[in-house]
C-alpha cells in the first residue's frame, strides 16, 4: 500500500486547516428557505442561492412528485440512447422561449453546460477571450478546448479590447467573449452593452454564464443580457437557483448549434439525462418566474437587498457595490471569515466564510444572499447578529 500518498493527503488537509482554509459542511434537517433547521434549531439562512424562494415552495416541490410518479426516478441511460423522455423536450422549449432563443439542450449540472459548450464548436484556428473572474466551470471548459485563450481583467474594456485585437491579428476565424451575467462571488454585473458593442466591432460571438442572473434580473427574470437590452449568441444557465433550487444545467443558442452540441457535447452524451423530478419542478418554476407573481417576488428581492445593503453600510461593514442580491461582507483574512461564520450561527444566522481557493488569497470574505422569501424583519435580525459578532471580532468599532 502507497502510504506516502496517504500521508501526503494528511499533510495537505492539516495545511488547509492551519490556514483556516477547511470549509465545513453543515447539516441541514430541513426544506430550503428563509429559516432552516441546523443542528436541532431553526436558523436564518442568508447564504443560499435561491432569489426566488422557490426550492422550498409547494408548487414546486408537488410538480416535481407528479413528474417523478408519472416517468419514475430516472432514465438509465444518456439521451441518445434510450433517454430522452417527453418532459425533457418540454423543458427545453420552456426555457428557451423563456429567455428568447430558438433551442436548447439540457445537461445534469451547470458546471457541465460549461464544460461542454467550447470544445465541440471551436478549434485550434479560434480564439476564447474570458472575464478573469469567470466561473471555474468556464475556466475548465475553456482548458478542454483547442483554441487560443485570451484574458482579460474584470469588466475591463479597454483590456477586452486589446485581447480582441490580438485575437484578430494573430489570425482567428471565430472569436468568442465569455463571461458570467453576474459574477457569484462579487455580486458584479457583467457589462453586457460595452462588450456587445466590442464584440460587433471584432466580429465575435459572445457566451453568457446566467447561473446567478436567470428567474430575477431583467424584464420577466430573463437574465443578464435582457437586463442591459442586448442580444448574446449563447446562454448557459442552471435550475439549482433562482429557477426551483434542484439541479440541472442547459445552453440556450440558435438551433444549429443545439444540434452539434447534441451530436458532440461530451458531458451531455456521457450523462445520465436530467431527472424528471428535477424537470418537472424546473417547469413549474419557470411559469411562476415568468409570470406577474415573478415580477412581485423580483421586486422583493431588490427591496430586500437594498435594506440589507443600506443597514450593513451603516454599520460600518466594507460591502462590495453593486445592486445584485449577492452582497458579499468583505474580510480579508480566511480565518476571520470563519470564526465570523461560526459566531453567527451561534446567534441564529446560517452563512458561510468563502476563502482561497474559492477567492483570491487576502480576499475572504461572507457572501451574503437575499431572497424574496426573507422578511424585513429577518433582514434586521441578521443585520443585528452582524454588529454583535463584528463588534466581538474586532471587525467593526
Known amino acids: ?34 429559516e432552516i433547521t ?82 465541440p464548436l471551436f478549434g485550434e484556428e479560434d480564439a476564447i477571450v474570458s472575464d478573469s473572474l469567470n466561473h471555474a466551470s468556464i475556466l475548465d471548459g475553456v482548458r478542454l478546448c483547442k483554441a487560443k485563450r485570451y484574458r482579460f481583467a474584470n469588466s475591463d474594456m479597454d483590456e477586452l479590447e486589446s485581447q480582441l485585437k490580438a485575437a484578430r491579428a494573430a489570425g482567428a476565424r471565430d472569436i468568442i467573449i465569455a463571461t458570467d451575467g453576474a459574477f457569484s462571488m462579487d455580486g458584479y454585473i457583467a457589462r453586457l452593452k460595452d462588450i456587445r458593442a466590442l464584440a460587433d466591432k471584432y466580429d465575435a460571438l459572445i457566451m453568457v454564464d446566467d447561473c446567478h442572473a436567470t428567474g430575477f434580473l431583467g424584464p420577466q427574470g430573463r437574465g443578464s443580457y435582457a437586463h442591459h437590452g442586448v442580444e448574446v449568441d449563447f446562454v448557459t444557465g442552471t435550475f439549482g437557483k433562482a429557477l426551483g433550487g434542484a439541479m440541472g444545467g442547459f445552453i440556450c443558442a440558435r438551433s444549429e448549434v443545439v444540434a452539434l452540441l447534441k451530436q458532440r457535447a461530451r458531458p451531455y452524451l456521457f450523462s445520465n439525462a436530467l431527472a424528471p423530478a428535477v424537470c418537472g419542478s424546473s ?61 453567527m450561527l451561534e446567534l441564529g444566522v446560517y452563512v458561510i466564510g468563502f476563502s482561497f481557493p474559492v477567492v483570491p488569497r487576502g480576499q475572504a470574505r461572507i457572501r451574503t444572499q437575499m431572497s424574496a ?14 454588529k454583535q459578532a463584528g463588534r466581538e471580532l474586532g471587525v467593526i468599532a
Not at 409547494?58 to 440512447?81: H, L, Y
Not at 422569501?373 to 452582524?386: G, S
Open 283 to 343: 417547469l413549474e418554476a419557470i411559469r411562476i418566474a415568468q409570470g406577474a407573481e415573478g415580477d412581485k417576488l423580483r421586486e422583493q428581492v431588490f427591496a430586500n437587498a437594498g435594506r440589507y445593503r443600506a443597514a450593513m453600510s451603516e454599520a460600518g461593514f466594507s460591502l462590495l457595490e453593486g445592486e445584485h442580491p449577492i452582497i458579499p461582507v468583505m474580510l480579508g483574512d480566511a480565518k476571520l471569515a470563519q470564526d465570523m461564520a461560526a459566531r
Open 38 to 119: 441546523v443542528g436541532g434549531r431553526q436558523v436564518l439562512n442568508f447564504c443560499a442561492n435561491n432569489y426566488l424562494g422557490l426550492a422550498g415552495d409547494e408548487r414546486v416541490v408537488q410538480a416535481g412528485i407528479e413528474a417523478q410518479n408519472r416517468w419514475g426516478a430516472g432514465t438509465a441511460s444518456v439521451r441518445f440512447i434510450c433517454g430522452t423522455l417527453e418532459i425533457h423536450k418540454e423543458l427545453e422549449r420552456a426555457i428557451a422561449d423563456y429567455l428568447g432563443f430558438e433551442d436548447t439542450i439540457l445537461f445534469a449540472a451547470a458546471f457541465d453546460a460549461n464544460g461542454g459548450i467550447f470544445e
Open 1 to 34: 500500500m502507497p502510504t506516502d500518498f496517504y500521508a501526503r493527503v494528511r499533510s495537505t488537509l492539516d495545511e488547509i486547516d492551519q490556514q483556516g482554509l477547511t470549509k465545513p459542511e453543515r447539516v441541514i434537517a430541513s426544506r430550503q428557505g428563509p
Open 373 to 386: 422569501a426573507h422578511t424585513f424583519e429577518q433582514i434586521d435580525r441578521t443585520v443585528d447578529a452582524f
